[in-house]
């Protein structure tokens, strides 16, 4: 049959796209969810140089003011770690039950809960910001569960074009052009063969787009979280050195010159490590 071979080869070319895409948004994922891990030992460490802080006398003012912005800093992250990620609420919730907004929510849904959890906390910290993390209990995880699954299609607009990762993660049924259905061979069935092999090669033009955009996200991810660990090493071993040396000292203004600019130093690394849970990644 006439071009029968051109749509042979551009559903092959979908399949083969199709299955880079879906390798791609699982290393995301799992990217994600190293980086959660990461900031979950983060969190930690934060806590330990606070607990220290609060048993010395007499320290500055500015030290408080730097566990304000610490606190700010982690706000977002640790509200969207503690909500429940509940499949069936996330499709029902998304997008306000418009039809492109169901879809996201649909492929989002697909996620384990401990995916989606990361995928929250990876995208979510900084966009979301106050909105979530002002709220709680069921108000904050229907904040959350809407926002992941029908946000990315309205922040997203046109298709592709917007180049956000969390919409290229929503997948080609979030993105309603319908690909997966186009590969299993249903659609082609009932079309000429060029129309066929035209239209697949528009959808495998969109599905590239976003392998791209899913490879380079984790490429930030992976330098995210390779920042945070070696900060929050460090900070840690920092405190550690820093209280054997100064296990009598119960006030700050006990300690030498050279102690008290030790300290500062680790209080200000401890707000470095925060501000890092406020990194965007994926735009």
Known sequence: MLNSSLKKEAIEKLKTALNKYESSSKALQNNAIKLHNTRNYGVDVIAKVEAYINTLANTPKEFEKSFDKVHVNLASFKTLSEIS??????????????????AAGVATAAFAPTAAMAIATTFGTASTGAAISGLSGAAATNAALAWLGGGALAAGGGGMAGGSALLALAGPIGWGIGAASLAAGGFFA?????????????????????TKVLDA???????????TQTLATKLEQSLISFNSLSKSVKSFTDFSQDQRDYLRAIINNTESLSALFMKEVGK
Do not use: P
Request: net charge positive; aromatic share 2%.
């Open 217 to 227: 996200t984790s490429e930030e991810i992976m330098n995210l979280r390779h920042s």
């Open 85 to 102: 990620y509940d499949e069936k609420e996330m499709i029902k919730l998304a997008g306000g039950g418009s039809a492109a907004g169901v």
């Open 190 to 210: 009932s079309k000429k063969n060029k129309e066929a092999a035209m239209k697949a090669d528009r959808e495998r033009v969109e599905i590239v787009k976003a």
